[in-house]
């Protein structure tokens, strides 16, 4: 799969921002979730102890590294999410690439229109302005639109479906780009370490052609927010996500041994998750974990999240540097192409996982 790859699909569903604007007063059926799958069947519980924040900035500074290298990984291995702070991004610039964000879904519908994903009417990009992709009858869609945009490779970057408005979109996510970059290669420099690989393993793994997705979320506000689901539960297809949330509203909650949490908010701090990727490589050591988004009556929501991911050519499978007689290879091999394309098909088929399919 190029990254340019095309997916057949049975329709166009409506943008929900439209929806919401048009004063809708109940969710069509088509983004009305089994009542057994709402946010309201499941009680959100009080988090045993809360998701760590860890302060990036000290990881690095000899005086308090080994005690916030210790929250790091108890967070990895206790959450596979973690708060960052200290990531060096001022809080100007963050609100500033926001604030672009918004005013990007604030344009006229004509003009988000023009970053459309949709091919000929019945295809849609990778890359682009749309809703859910709709593949299968009867799909449940998401109360969500978005703008995907693939910023890393930077020769690969298709500047025709970036917006043109407002005028500093594009260099601000070229900015957010270079210095989220510079972010992850810290996280993944210690989550080596934590595992006791070389600590620029993942660094290297990346490397210069792995693609990164920038996914600008856009959640309306919903009338009956207990029966639909911004984002229904999945498990990320990269090695490690970073999202950046809205300040004002949460909404994100995680899945740990069957119960769900809200991921608090703190502002300027980046939410951080491993992906499938990660789980595999590290031959489970590393778990990807189930979230999902609960939409809200009053208010919209926006978060922007950095995807970072390995070549569409590269293997994944467990490090040989992990896999001995008391921990036996747990996952199967598989192209990372491939699994994209297994990611993108499973989240469709509401209630199944794509990492399911590769354990042994
Ligand atoms: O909007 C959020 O808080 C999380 C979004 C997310 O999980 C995703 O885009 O994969
Ligand atoms: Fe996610």
Redesign the pocket.
């Known amino acids: 799969m190029a990254y340019d790859q095309q997916f057949k699909i049975l329709g166009i569903p409506p943008i929900v921002q439209e929806l919401v604007a048009g004063g809708v007063q109940e969710p069509p059926g088509q983004y009305v979730v089994p009542e057994q799958d709402r946010p309201a069947a499941a009680v959100v519980s009080e988090m045993p102890e809360p998701i760590p924040v860890v302060d990036l900035s000290r990881l690095s500074s000899s005086a308090n590294s080994v005690q916030e290298f210790a929250k790091l990984q108890s967070a990895l291995e206790n959450w596979g999410f973690f708060l960052a702070v200290g990531h060096g991004m001022e809080s100007a610039f963050l609100g500033e690439a926001m604030e672009a964000a918004r005013q990007f879904f604030q344009l006229p519908l004509e003009e988000r229109q023009k970053c459309s994903n949709v091919v000929d009417g019945e295809k849609v990009s990778m890359d682009g302005y749309g809703n859910d992709m709709l593949v299968f009858e009867n799909q449940i869609l998401d109360w969500c639109d978005r703008l995907n945009l693939l910023v890393e490779p930077e020769p690969e970057r298709n500047y025709s479906m970036w917006p043109t408005k407002p005028h500093t979109f594009r260099d601000i996510l070229c900015q957010y780009t270079i210095r989220c970059r510079a972010t992850a290669n810290l996280i993944l420099q210690n989550m080596a370490k934590v595992i006791n690989l070389p600590e620029e393993y993942f660094v290297n793994m990346l490397g210069e052609k792995s693609f990164t997705q920038a ?1 600008f ?1 856009y959640y309306p506000q919903c009338p009956r927010p207990g029966h639909v689901l ?2 229904r539960p ?1 498990t ?1 297809g990269s090695l490690i ?1 970073i ?1 950046f ?1 809205d300040a004002a509203v949460s ?2 909650q995680l899945q740990s041994n069957g119960a769900w949490y809200n991921v608090p908010i703190i502002p300027n701090a980046l939410i951080v998750n491993i992906g499938d990727v990660m789980e595999v490589l590290s031959n489970g050591f590393f778990k990807s974990m189930v ?1 999902r ?1 609960v939409t809200n009556a009053e208010k919209e929501r926006l ?1 922007l ?1 950095m995807l970072y991911t390995l070549e569409p050519e590269k293997e994944i499978e467990p490090l040989s540097e992990l896999v001995d007689d008391d921990r036996p290879r747990r996952y199967i091999k598989i192209k990372n192409k491939d699994y994209i394309a297994k990611v993108y098909h499973t989240y469709a088929n509401h209630g199944k996982l794509a990492i399911d399919t590769l354990k042994i």
């Open positions: 996914i979320n911004g984002l999945h990320d996500t999202n949330i909404g994100l979230h988004v978060s999240v």
